[in-house]
Structures are given as C-alpha cells and as structure tokens.
C-alpha cells in the first residue's frame, strides 16, 4: 500500500480559478520523489494539500490507505522560504516546532543541538540568521525539518531547498543532501526547477504543466545514481524530453499572458 496517493485532486483557492486538476500519482515508503514544473503551475499548492493548510479539494487524498483527514500529521515541511526568526539564534529556531509540542527544555536543547551537529552547525548555535551564509541557513532550516520527522513523520516535504544558492553551493548541498536522505530511513518529496537536481537526487521525477496543472509525465530516474550519470546518453535523452515538456508549457504560458493582457 502506498504511503501517499492522490486520486483525480483537484483545487483551487477561494480567491482564484482552478490551479491544480486532475492530479493522480502515489508516493511508496522510502521513494524519494521529485516535481518539477513551471514557476507558479501549482507545486507548492500540492504541499499545501499534504500538510493540510488546505482543504476543501476534490477527489481524494490517502495516507496508508486512510483519507489524510483521518491521519495524523505525516509530514515535516521544509518551505520554500527558510522562516527562520532574525531574533533567535540558531539553536532556538531549530528547537521551535519542540517548543510548540511543549517539550521539556533539556529535551528540546538536547534535540536542536543534535539535529544542528548532523547538518554540520555545530559551534553556531548562538549565531542569529543574517550570521550566517545562505548555503548555512538552508541547512539550519534543514535541520528543523529533519527534527520533526525524527518525531514520526514520515515523509520529508522540501520545497525548493536550494533555490537561493549559487550554483557551486548549490551542487555541495545537492550532494550533501543526497547522502543524508540515503541515510534516513524516510519517504521524501522535492520540489524543484532545475531538471539535473531532479534527476540526481530522485528515483521518480513528476512533471507538472499547462493550468490549471496536471501531471503531463512520470519519469523514472533511478538510473541515474551519481552525478556522472547524468551524462549517461540515456540520462541526456531523459533530460532534452523533460526540458521539451517544460518549455513547450512554458510558450503557452506566454501565450495565454499575452492573450489576458490584450483582453484588458
Ligand atoms: N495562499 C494562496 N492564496 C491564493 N492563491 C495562491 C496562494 N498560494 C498560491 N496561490 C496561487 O496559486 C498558483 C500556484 O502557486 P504555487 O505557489 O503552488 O506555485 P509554484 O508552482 O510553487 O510556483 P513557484 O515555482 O514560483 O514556487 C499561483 O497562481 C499563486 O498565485
Ligand atoms: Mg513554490
């Protein structure tokens, strides 16, 4: 039984047209998956749906073979924004979620510094956010992340965790992150925009296109192992066709702009 699936879901928020329609797909234990799709087709509108921020949506959604309404909170949710306090140091932001759980305090330090060690911070634990690089800060927003699933949720939800890096960074913490999912024994789900971190990092790559999104393609990537093997000739033709749908989304998108924009 999958641990996650989607069947027919559809949504759309209270103040807008339909964003997402007809979205089926199943997430099983211990896959790590990856949806990539145009800015704004909806892919952090479906994270919004698993953590149950909303609701009111068509179709069904099931954890473990329950609708979700019945289960309980599966998912640890790294935003696509790292939230992170500018008042409170490291340490405290990572121990935020256990204070809300209202955890004992020598728990909650032991925990938060536990968590940052694993991410590679120790020694900032009294450092506040704008001390810290970017590349750090994803990390200590990991490492929250990390702390909540460590309390039971299975399945890690990562919206973009390395959109605001350059790209060198970017690819230290694509092979930093790979090594600490191997290491989980977790289900995740990634979002994402460059199709080469998709591929790396997932075994499953979901494309989202057209609007309201649907799915337009599901891509098994599991070949693709390390970063040498993404210039594998099978992993380039995997690529050019991922990069194909999303471009070919990308011109209607313009096109429906333009079409809205001349109607005003
Ligand atoms: N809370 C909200 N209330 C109303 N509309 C929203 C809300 N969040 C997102 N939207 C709208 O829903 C659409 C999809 O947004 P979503 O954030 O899911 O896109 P996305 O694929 O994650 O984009 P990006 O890649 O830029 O992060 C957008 O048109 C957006 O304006
Ligand atoms: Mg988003």
Not at 158 to 170: G, K, M, Q, V
Not at 234 to 240: G, H, P, R, T
Request: hydrophobic share 40%; aromatic share 4%.
């Amino acid at each position: 039984m999958p641990l996650l699936e989607f069947n027919n879901v559809g949504f759309g928020y209270k103040t807008g047209g339909r964003i997402v329609d007809n979205i089926s797909f199943s997430v099983e234990k211990g896959e790590l998956v990856a949806i990539i799709g145009a800015s704004g087709c909806g892919k952090s509108t479906l994270f919004r749906l698993i953590t149950r921020l909303e609701a009111n949506y068509d179709g069904s959604i099931e954890v473990n073979g329950e609708p979700i309404e019945k289960s309980g909170a599966i998912a640890a949710f790294m935003p696509q924004k790292d939230l992170l306090l500018p008042w409170r140091n490291i340490l405290k932001n990572v121990a935020l979620p256990l204070e809300t759980l209202k955890m004992p305090k020598q728990e909650r330090i032991s925990r938060a510094k536990n968590a940052l060690s694993r991410v590679g911070l120790s020694g900032c634990e009294e450092k506040k956010p704008s001390e810290l690089s970017g590349g750090m800060r994803q990390r200590a927003s990991f490492a929250r992340t990390l702390m909540t699933a460590e309390l039971g949720r299975e399945l890690l939800l990562l919206d973009e965790p390395f959109s605001a890096l350059d790209s060198i960074t970017r690819t230290q913490m694509q092979d930093w992150l790979l090594k600490q999912v191997r290491s989980l024994d977790k289900t995740v789900m990634l979002i994402t925009h460059d199709i080469d971190e998709a591929l790396l990092l997932a075994g499953r790559v979901i494309v989202l296109c057209d609007k309201p999104a649907s799915i337009a393609r599901q891509a098994d990537s599991s070949m693709i192992k390390s970063r040498e093997h993404l210039f594998t000739p099978q992993a380039i033709q995997l690529k050019e066709e991922l990069t194909q749908l999303l471009s070919a989304d990308a011109v209607l998108r313009e096109a429906d702009t333009e079409v809205t924009e001349n109607a005003r």
